[in-house]
Each structure stands twice: as C-alpha cells, then as structure tokens.
C-alpha cells in the first residue's frame, strides 16, 4: 500500500531555478494538501485542493504555484526558488469524509536553495 | 490568525516515565487532533477527538478534548524508546474546510534508555 507518494525525496537548486514538487495518493481521497515544515514552525498549508479541479490558497502561498492534475495527483511548483524556500515539503491527502482532519501524509520532499 | 500554543517545546525523559504535553488555544475548536512525526517520516494520526470533555486512548496514548474546547492534553504512559519523535495537536472548526485545519509547533520527545 503506496499511501502517499512525494517525489523528489531530495533536491537542491540555486536562487532563481523552477521547480516541481510532484504527489500521488492512490486511497481516492478528494482532497490534497501541501505544507512546509521549518524548524520550530510547526506545518504551515501552502495550498489545498478540497476536490479535483479546485485549489485554494493556505497560510504561506506565495511564491508556490500548485495543479490538481487528477484525482490522484496534487504538484507543486517553485517557479523562482528563494533561500526562504529551504524547508521540508510534506503532501497530504484526506478521506472523503467533510472535516475530520484526517490527514495522511507523504514522507517529506527536503528542498536546498542556495 | 488562529495560533496553537504548543508546551513544552522539547522533553528528555527516562524509558518508563509518563509523559504529559498539552495545548492551548484561545479560539475555539470543534476537532482536535494528535500526530506524531518520526525523524524523517511524514506525521502519522495517533488520536481524533470530536467532542468537548472527550476522553479517548488509543494503546499507551491517552488524549482529552478540554470541556472549555479551548485546550487538550495528550499522556504517554510507560515511555519506550519508539516513542521517539515530535508530537503535534491540531485544532479545527466547523464550517470550515479541510483547509482551517491549524497546527501547534510539536513537541520533540527524546527517551534516555
């Protein structure tokens, strides 16, 4: 049982360069979800996506952009990476039940900008 | 915004001591929720709550639902080493979406064999 999926698991990139963090679950879940993980911050939303072909903004959106390509698949996207954009990425996906906070999650996408 | 106050930051414990970590909130909540984060995992959901003044376990895990919906606490009896890990409360409202769900800083937990 894959779970949730994040890829890539490592990257580091230099101030300025884009990239794609890319998620799938396979638990049919509607909703997804990204954080950012800083030390001693907590998990910080980025963006969520409630249900296929809906995204909204979370706690800390800028300089992210996120596509809900299908149901499955939720990704993320830097397209001017900052140092303040070093952090651990997590994806996360929730039941089809409304408002449980029920979050299942990827095991971390860790993202060096220099 | 809504904040989560998350005590104490870190704990260096003993294997077989109780451990005892709560959070505040001067909001309130209609779900809280415990996670805990092994080092370099994602969170995984230890303990729902969805009631005020809500008591529930879940093996050596014990959380309650403050009766004010302002708080909750969360005990580990009888510490062993896989305990290991930070631990996260998270409050929502409802109305909301899955989007208003607010975490608290962790709680790293350290366990001297």
């Known amino acids: 049982n894959a779970g949730v999926t994040q890829t890539p698991k490592f990257q580091v990139l230099k101030t300025g360069q884009s990239m794609t963090l890319q998620c799938a679950q396979d638990?049919?879940?509607?909703?997804m979800y990204w954080y950012r993980q800083d030390p001693g911050m907590g998990l910080r939303l980025i963006y969520y996506?409630?249900?296929?072909?809906?995204?909204d903004k979370g706690e800390v959106p800028n300089g992210y952009n996120v596509s809900r390509l299908n149901k499955r698949e939720f990704s993320l996207r830097l397209e001017s990476a900052a140092p303040s954009q070093t952090s651990v990425y997590f994806c996360?996906?929730?039941?089809?039940?409304?408002?449980?906070?029920?979050?299942?999650f990827g095991e971390g996408s860790r993202l060096t900008v220099l | 915004g809504q904040q989560l106050n998350q005590s104490p930051q870190s704990m260096f414990i003993q294997e077989g001591e109780d451990v005892s970590m709560n959070c505040t909130s001067s909001?309130?909540?209609?779900?809280w929720l415990w996670y805990k984060q092994d080092p370099g995992e994602g969170p995984v959901l230890l303990i729902a709550?969805?009631?005020?003044?809500e008591l529930t376990s879940n093996g050596r895990l014990t959380a309650q639902f403050g009766i004010t919906r302002k708080d909750s606490f969360l005990n580990i009896s009888a510490s062993i080493p896989s305990d290991v890990g930070i631990y996260f409360c998270?409050?929502?409202?409802?109305?909301?979406?899955?989007?208003?769900?607010?975490f608290g800083k962790g709680t790293k937990l350290s366990v001297k064999p």
């Open positions: 709550l969805y009631k005020a003044g």
């Open positions: 638990m049919n879940h509607n909703s």
């Open positions: 998270a409050g929502q409202n409802y109305g909301g979406s899955q989007g208003n769900l607010i």
């Open positions: 996360a996906s929730s039941p089809n039940r409304a408002n449980t906070g029920e979050l299942f």
């Open positions: 909001s309130i909540f209609n779900t």
């Open positions: 996506s409630a249900s296929e072909g809906t995204t």
